[in-house]
C-alpha cells in the first residue's frame, strides 16, 4: 500500500505521496490528480533509484485529505497535512534527504543536457533553461528560511553558495525530529523535504518537456 494525501483547492487536487518527496502532481478534481501522480511513477522511479532505493508502488490509498487554496489552483502545493506534525525518525530522515539530493543532482544532470532555449507554451510563456535553474535555486532559498535556514541573495552562477545552501538546508532535513517546525510558525521537516522536492522535480520534468 502506498499512502498518499490529497490537497483540495476550489478548482484542482494535488495528489501527494508520504514516502516519496517530490512525487506529486495536480489535475482538476481527485481521480485525475491520481492518475496523474500513477501516469509521472516511470518517471519518478528515476530520483528513486538515483537515490538508491527501490520503487514498487502498491495501491495507491488515500489517508487524508486536506484543504487547500488559491496557490493549489495556481500549480502548488500550499497545505500541511497533519501526519508530517507526527515524530520523524533518524532512517526517514536521511532517507527523505537521500532523495532530495537524488532530485538535486537529476536537475543538474537534465539541465545540463538540455538548450538554453526552451520549447514555449501555447501562449508564449515559460522560463528558458538558465532562468528556470536560477528560480529552483532562489525558490530554495525562500523555502530555506521555513526551516531556520538563512543564506544571503547570491548570482546563479555562484555554486559554492549554492551547494552551501543545499548543504544546510539537508543538515536540518537528515535530522530526526519531533514532528514540529525546525523554526518557529515554519515547515515540519518532512513537508519541507516533499515540497523542495516536488519544486526541483517538477522543472526537471517541465525542462526534459520543453526542450527543443
Sequence with gaps: MTDIYLEIGPKKVFACAYDWPGWCRVA???????DALLEYAPRYRLVAERAGLPFEP????????VTG?????????EAVPGIDGHPVD?????????????????????????PEELRKGPRGGG????KMVAHVVEAE????????????????ADLTAREALRADIADV???????????????PARYAARRIAWHVIDHVWEMEDRRL
Design 28 to 34: 482538476k478534481g481527485e481521480e485525475a490528480a491520481i
Design 58 to 65: 502498491a495501491a495507491l490509498t488515500v489517508v487524508e485529505r
Design 69 to 77: 487554496g488559491t496557490t493549489t489552483d495556481f500549480g502548488a502545493p
Design 90 to 114: 533518524a532512517p526517514v530522515a536521511e532517507r527523505d534527504t537521500a532523495l532530495l539530493r537524488a532530485s538535486w543532482e537529476l536537475l543538474d544532470e537534465v539541465a545540463a543536457a538540455s
Design 127 to 130: 522560463r528558458d533553461r538558465d
Design 141 to 156: 532559498r525562500a523555502y530555506a528560511r521555513r526551516i531556520g535556514v538563512r543564506h544571503k541573495p547570491f548570482p546563479p
Design 173 to 187: 532535513l537528515s535530522k530526526p525530529s519531533d514532528g514540529t517546525p525546525p523554526h518557529p510558525g515554519g515547515w
